[in-house]
């Protein structure tokens, strides 16, 4: 059975602060590693993907991973109350689907 | 920019009916997937699709549940006696393959059985 498990929220941060939001992961032969943004009654959107080892950056969002650690993390830097919804962490293998974890909410206050 | 469409964005049913909820994937995409999400918990995979046949489905998916994909635009979930628990929120999902890695997900159809 393939688990995905993030840190429980509600995760709540002044505006401009950084928002930090945690995924693991237990299929070791998972290949992509994904973070949706889904705001309440909505679909997924998706924020950005990571494949391999290390930083990835775009904009305020930084995607880390740790294939060893079986860990992948979400860094929103200068929070901005508009990035208040769930985070959906979704892990999968290419044309596969994908398993996604419970998701944390974010609360940014003004 | 393409994006997945879903119909009807709301369908009330009553216990024991069929419904059909109907998707167009991005026109060059060729994977394509369902998944649902009950108020208030995770998103769950319910069955994939390529070259016009099922690859992976979970085990939500049974023998209640069919896809189709009838012409060259629409993928179609058919639920054919809905129940309760079949109530919630049902996002089609399409993916292009060919190195790409992202799903790019409908905006949801919300299926509420009474």
């Known amino acids: 059975q393939k688990e995905v498990e993030q840190n429980s929220g509600p995760l709540s941060v002044p505006e401009g602060a950084i928002a930090s939001l945690n995924c693991t992961y237990s299929?070791?032969?998972?290949?992509?590693f994904f973070w949706y943004r889904q705001y309440s009654g909505k679909s997924p959107e998706l924020i950005m993907f990571i494949y391999s080892n290390g930083d990835k950056e775009d904009g305020r969002f930084t995607a880390q991973l740790n294939k060893a650690s079986q860990y992948v993390s979400l860094l929103i830097r200068d929070s901005q109350p508009s990035d208040s919804a769930t985070y959906l962490c979704?892990?999968?293998?290419?044309?596969?689907?994908?398993?996604f974890g419970p998701g944390t909410r974010l609360s940014v206050l003004p | 920019e393409p994006e997945v469409t879903q119909t009807p964005s709301h369908q009330v049913t009553q216990m024991g009916q069929e419904v059909i909820l109907r998707c167009v994937p991005i026109s060059n995409h060729l994977y394509f997937y369902w998944y649902r999400q009950i108020l208030g918990q995770k998103v769950e995979f319910l069955v994939s699709?390529?070259?016009?046949?099922?690859?992976?489905k979970s085990e939500i998916f049974d023998d209640q549940f069919s896809v189709e994909r009838p012409d060259g635009s629409n993928f179609t979930l058919k639920i054919r006696s809905t129940k309760l628990e079949d109530s919630a929120m049902y996002f089609c999902?399409?993916?292009?393959?060919?190195?790409?890695?992202?799903?790019?997900f409908g905006p949801g159809t919300r299926l509420t059985v009474l």
């Open positions: 979704a892990v999968g293998l290419y044309g596969q689907n994908f398993v």
């Open positions: 699709f390529y070259n016009n046949e099922i690859s992976e």
């Open positions: 299929d070791r032969g998972s290949q992509s």
């Open positions: 999902a399409s993916y292009r393959g060919q190195g790409d890695l992202e799903q790019f």
